[in-house]
């Protein structure tokens, strides 16, 4: 055992790809990434996520690494809201949940019973995206089902329990946007109450904690709880040597995190939510879909990511508004196109990435971001967002992180918790033209005017 490369291992579930990534458990660097797809299927009537098929393909690779490597620690990170139900004989009645299934077919009924914003910071929001919802419409649509479901478990702790066979559950999920958690009281919501589940959500463990051990191979495999992978993108940020930041954490999703902005000045018509950190700390955040956006526009007109960039004729003419995507402070307008399409293509590409850095801005303004602005994951890319950012920002420093961080490094800080982390940072620009600003307060003057804001 002792020749044999010592390995930690994530199991990393996004919502279309699942990465199982091993790591050197000294050098903390990946060693070996293997690559799958989520599995839906149906199940009592519901979309779900095979999850049971993604413990069976990560457990056939573990198998086979252990013949070569000694295999030391586990942990799994997920998507948020996703559930699975498990009966008093450990079968799986449901697993797990997939979030765009339409559970807010009967939000007007949740609605008389969700907890208010106050009480749990979450809003009502789109399909499953609150497992408060996911539950609400299991138990009203399938009442037996909830009543044999001995245990609820949620993504991670799912797989925590497939390796270990025991119930557990971890805040940075209970705490994600889920209408489950009282933010003020630091419990679970009075819906937990209501919906008669307390007894069937396991207690809640660090996402850290050791919870069991599983023989694989020669190797005594140590399973630890699991955490939400946002969440784990934000932890090697807030375990790192700048104290005091604003994350933005892009990819699909653009979910900003302000370590400074009070949970008390969240507004749910913004699409703000307050997360839970795995310290048990609330993060205020805000978000939308700003990836999927960039790649519905550049479709849409005909231009990619590589397509140079014009900025030299009349831009404010020529704005795009929101929005094009589920998800953030704006209505789905899906706003007329074929303006656009006189324009040179490097044109239209500006004007996306404007569009895009517009957004971002409104809503760094809307978390009442002041201090030092950390830009992580595909946003990295783009130097025309992130140097109209800067240029609206030059007030306060923003910094792109080099070396993307992602969920899966993010969660190899669990395998150490007090580990510190020294990120490695390239100061962003801003442009010298400063006529930036006049054009960001005419296109947020329309957003007023044009009637965008969810909520209106």
Same mark, same amino acid.
């Given at each position: 055992?002792?020749?044999? +490369?010592?390995?930690?291992?994530?199991?990393?579930?996004?919502?279309?790809?699942?990465?199982?990534?091993?790591?050197?458990?000294?050098?903390?660097?990946?060693?070996?990434?293997?690559?799958?797809?989520?599995?839906?299927?149906?199940?009592?009537?519901?979309?779900?996520?095979?999850?049971?098929?993604?413990?069976?393909?990560?457990?056939?690779?573990?198998?086979?690494?252990?013949?070569?490597?000694?295999?030391?620690?586990?942990?799994?990170?997920?998507?948020?809201?996703?559930?699975?139900?498990?009966?008093?004989?450990?079968?799986?009645?449901?697993?797990?949940?997939?979030?765009?299934?339409?559970?807010?077919?009967?939000?007007?009924?949740?609605?008389?019973?969700?907890?208010?914003?106050?009480?749990?910071?979450?809003?009502?929001?789109?399909? *499953?995206?609150?497992?408060?919802?996911?539950?609400?419409?299991?138990?009203?649509?399938?009442?037996?089902?909830?009543?044999?479901?001995?245990?609820?478990?949620?993504?991670?702790?799912?797989?925590?329990?497939?390796?270990?066979?025991?119930?557990?559950?971890?805040?940075?999920?209970?705490?994600?946007?889920?209408?489950?958690?009282?933010?003020?009281?630091?419990?679970?919501?009075?819906?937990?109450?209501?919906?008669?589940?307390?007894?069937?959500?396991?207690?809640?463990?660090?996402?850290?904690?050791?919870? *069991?051990?599983?023989?694989? *191979?020669?190797?005594?495999?140590?399973?630890?709880?699991?955490?939400?992978?946002?969440?784990?993108?934000?932890?090697?940020?807030?375990?790192?040597?700048?104290?005091?930041?604003?994350?933005?954490?892009?990819?699909?999703?653009? !979910?900003?995190?302000?370590?400074?902005?009070?949970?008390?000045?969240?507004?749910?018509?913004?699409?703000?939510?307050?997360?839970?950190?795995?310290?048990?700390?609330?993060?205020?955040?805000?978000?939308?879909?700003?990836?999927?956006?960039?790649?519905?526009?550049?479709?849409?007109?005909?231009?990619?990511?590589?397509? $140079?960039?014009?900025?030299?004729?009349?831009?404010?003419?020529?704005?795009?508004?929101?929005?094009?995507?589920? *998800?953030?402070?704006?209505?789905?307008?899906?706003?007329?196109?074929?303006?656009?399409?006189?324009?040179?293509?490097?044109?239209?590409?500006?004007? !996306?990435?404007?569009?895009?850095?517009?957004?971002?801005?409104?809503?760094?303004?809307?978390?009442?971001?002041?201090?030092?602005?950390?830009?992580?994951?595909?946003?990295?890319?783009?130097?025309?967002?992130?140097?109209?950012?800067?240029?609206?920002?030059?007030?306060? +420093?923003?910094?792109?992180?080099?070396?993307?961080?992602?969920?899966?490094?993010?969660?190899?800080?669990?395998?150490?918790?007090?580990?510190?982390? $020294?990120?490695?940072?390239?100061?962003? $620009?801003?442009?010298?033209?400063?006529?930036?600003?006049?054009?960001?307060?005419?296109?947020?003057?329309?957003?007023?005017?044009? +009637?965008?804001?969810?909520?209106?």
């Amino acid at each position: 055992m002792t020749n044999k +490369k010592r390995l930690n291992i994530v199991l990393d579930i996004g919502k279309t790809n699942v990465k199982l990534v091993f790591f050197d458990s000294k050098s903390n660097k990946p060693a070996k990434t293997y690559i799958t797809k989520q599995v839906s299927k149906k199940k009592h009537s519901v979309d779900t996520l095979d999850a049971n098929y993604i413990y069976q393909w990560t457990l056939k690779i573990l198998e086979e690494q252990s013949q070569k490597a000694s295999l030391e620690k586990f942990v799994c990170t997920t998507h948020g809201c996703s559930l699975s139900l498990i009966d008093e004989e450990n079968h799986e009645l449901l697993a797990s949940t997939d979030y765009e299934f339409n559970f807010s077919k009967y939000e007007k009924k949740f609605q008389k019973i969700a907890p208010n914003f106050e009480e749990c910071n979450t809003p009502l929001l789109e399909n *499953g995206l609150s497992l408060g919802q996911q539950l609400f419409y299991l138990n009203y649509t399938n009442p037996k089902l909830i009543k044999n479901t001995s245990k609820i478990l949620f993504y991670p702790q799912y797989m925590t329990w497939k390796f270990t066979n025991k119930f557990t559950s971890e805040i940075s999920y209970v705490g994600c946007h889920s209408h489950l958690w009282n933010f003020s009281k630091n419990k679970y919501s009075s819906l937990i109450t209501k919906l008669k589940i307390k007894d069937k959500l396991p207690p809640i463990k660090k996402a850290w904690d050791i919870i *069991g051990e599983k023989k694989i *191979g020669s190797s005594n495999l140590k399973i630890m709880n699991g955490i939400h992978d946002s969440n784990a993108s934000y932890l090697y940020f807030k375990n790192s040597n700048i104290k005091n930041f604003t994350l933005v954490s892009t990819g699909t999703w653009y !979910i900003i995190f302000n370590q400074e902005c009070s949970i008390k000045n969240l507004n749910p018509n913004f699409d703000m939510v307050a997360n839970m950190d795995v310290f048990r700390n609330p993060i205020s955040s805000i978000r939308f879909m700003g990836g999927r956006e960039y790649e519905y526009l550049t479709s849409q007109l005909g231009v990619s990511s590589k397509t $140079k960039i014009d900025k030299q004729f009349s831009v404010n003419d020529y704005f795009i508004y929101p929005s094009y995507a589920s *998800g953030g402070p704006f209505k789905i307008k899906n706003l007329q196109l074929k303006n656009y399409t006189k324009l040179k293509k490097e044109q239209r590409h500006y004007l !996306i990435c404007l569009y895009i850095a517009f957004v971002l801005n409104f809503c760094l303004d809307k978390i009442n971001s002041q201090n030092t602005i950390i830009l992580d994951g595909p946003i990295g890319k783009n130097q025309t967002i992130m140097k109209i950012l800067a240029t609206l920002r030059s007030r306060q +420093k923003v910094l792109k992180n080099k070396n993307e961080i992602g969920t899966s490094f993010g969660a190899t800080n669990l395998f150490n918790i007090h580990k510190k982390n $020294k990120l490695n940072t390239l100061v962003i $620009k801003p442009h010298k033209d400063k006529s930036i600003f006049d054009s960001y307060s005419l296109w947020e003057s329309n957003i007023y005017k044009k +009637k965008l804001i969810k909520g209106d």
